[in-house]
């Protein structure tokens, strides 16, 4: 359900709400979550864009979380990168959705909906990420 860009940004961001401070390099960081070092810079890139994480330039600069966890959802790290996609056309091909779903549309997009609503709840912080990425990981649903 989640794309593994998102994966990674919550591996990303976990492992920064341990060990912030003091700043962290991009390939300390890769190396730590195992994400590409390319695709970490993508990531740290989105989350300090949308003021989740802040950077510094120079020999002592390097990531560091711009918020306590306590204030960073799971949904505020995953619409950074990849956001979580509604459904848009009926499963079934119903064109007349004007005024009220199909059951199965509609029980998709109260599934996706509720998932949105556990993720915008849930902090940082509730999942005790001060533990870090192997805390995040077992966490997670599927990993």
């Known amino acids: 359900m989640l794309s593994k860009t998102a ?10 709400a341990k060990h912030s401070p003091p700043h962290a390099k991009v390939h300390a960081i890769a190396d ?6 390319g695709y970490a810079a993508k ?3 989105d989350l300090t864009r949308l003021g989740l994480v802040r950077s510094q330039r120079g020999p002592t600069g390097g990531f560091v979380l711009a918020r306590d ?3 960073i959802t799971l949904l505020q790290v995953i619409n950074a990168v990849d956001p979580i996609q509604r ?3 009926c499963p079934l091909g119903n064109r007349d959705h004007a005024h009220q779903l ?4 509609r029980t998709l997009d109260d599934a996706l909906a ?9 902090t940082l912080a509730d999942l005790g990420c001060k533990g870090g990425v192997e805390t995040l990981r077992a966490s997670l649903p599927g990993t």
């Open 7 to 16: 994966e990674y940004a919550l591996r990303v961001i976990a492992h920064l």
């Open 32 to 37: 730590a979550t195992k994400v590409p070092p």
């Open 43 to 45: 990531i740290l890139q």
């Open 69 to 71: 966890p306590s204030e």
């Open 87 to 89: 459904i848009t056309s």
């Open 102 to 105: 199909c059951r199965l549309h």
């Open 114 to 122: 509720s998932v949105e609503r556990r993720l915008g709840d849930t």
